[in-house]
């Protein structure tokens, strides 16, 4: 699958299916697990990198379990489980403030299908903070005792702000590095790296969805610029299947 004029490789894993997905309900940094659906795809995802040959050195995920699991699960798969492993906050899912735990369909209907859409869509308008004290706060989670101003709220645009130093400083260098680099996180986060790869506008990338569990490989040039637009997925007819879901979540 390798370009020899394509000096850096690149996996994006978006974590398999998870409890909430199947369940219809806003996650953000609620730690949900896998599905036995989301556990396959993942297995899969390990499988489709040992078919293309694509072989990952070093690893990055959130500090949520559906992505580290998937990782897991997928380098397991491809005999790469013993990889190095660099994990970080900036690469969780988007939090998704006042709507973590509530039901996507409900929350449309009750809301409204624009309200819906630019909370779960528009780049910059995020959902109102989650309270302290609610059943699905992060706040006093010692995986977060680190972090300064833990968010309350997300949008994409904080997700990318977030983000953007650590592909700068830790993802960049391995790169440079000549290693294979994964990065296993989330459809909100993987969204926010596709938008800077492809150089995606703020309006446009309201219409791209990842799918669970299908790598999306991108070779970059010397000037980490995709050498082919939006990336190539491991597994095209899935993708496609996939990110029709994803776009239709809370439909009735
Ligand atoms: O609930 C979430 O955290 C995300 C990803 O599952 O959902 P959405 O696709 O609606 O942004």
């Known amino acids: 699958m390798?370009?020899?004029?394509?000096?850096?490789?690149?996996?994006?894993?978006?974590?398999?299916q998870s409890d909430w997905n199947e369940k219809n309900l806003f996650t953000g940094w609620v730690d949900v697990d896998l599905t036995d659906k989301g556990r396959e795809e993942a297995v899969r995802g390990g499988e489709l990198l040992v078919e293309k040959g694509i072989a990952p050195d070093v690893l990055h995920t959130s500090l949520l379990r559906r992505a580290i699991t998937t990782a897991h699960l997928a380098l397991d798969r491809a005999d790469r489980h013993w990889i190095p492993v660099?994990?970080?906050?900036?690469?969780?899912?988007?939090?998704?403030?006042?709507?973590?735990?509530?039901?996507?369909?409900?929350?449309?209907?009750?809301?409204?299908?624009?309200?819906?859409?630019?909370?779960?869509?528009?780049?910059?308008?995020?959902?109102?903070?989650?309270?302290?004290?609610?059943?699905?706060?992060?706040?006093?989670?010692?995986?977060?005792?680190?972090?300064?101003?833990?968010?309350?709220?997300?949008?994409?645009?904080?997700?990318?702000?977030?983000?953007m130093p650590y592909w700068e400083q830790e993802i960049v260098p391995d790169l440079q590095a000549g290693r294979t680099v994964l990065v296993a996180a989330h459809g909100n986060s993987l969204r926010a790296l596709v938008k800077h790869l492809d150089g995606i506008s703020d309006d446009d990338i309201a219409a791209l969805n990842i799918p669970t569990g299908i790598p999306l490989y991108y070779e970059l040039d010397e000037d980490l610029r995709p050498v082919v637009a939006g990336g190539q997925y491991l597994d095209p007819e899935a993708a496609a299947s996939s990110i029709q879901a994803v776009a239709n979540q809370g439909k009735k």
């Open 2 to 16: 390798a370009t020899e004029s394509a000096p850096y490789k690149l996996v994006l894993l978006r974590h398999g």
């Open 86 to 163: 660099k994990r970080s906050w900036r690469l969780n899912e988007r939090h998704y403030g006042a709507l973590q735990g509530k039901d996507k369909t409900q929350v449309r209907e009750e809301y409204g299908d624009e309200q819906f859409m630019t909370w779960r869509r528009s780049y910059d308008v995020p959902p109102p903070e989650l309270d302290d004290s609610d059943q699905y706060s992060q706040a006093g989670d010692p995986r977060y005792a680190d972090v300064q101003d833990a968010p309350r709220t997300e949008c994409l645009k904080d997700v990318l702000d977030r983000f």
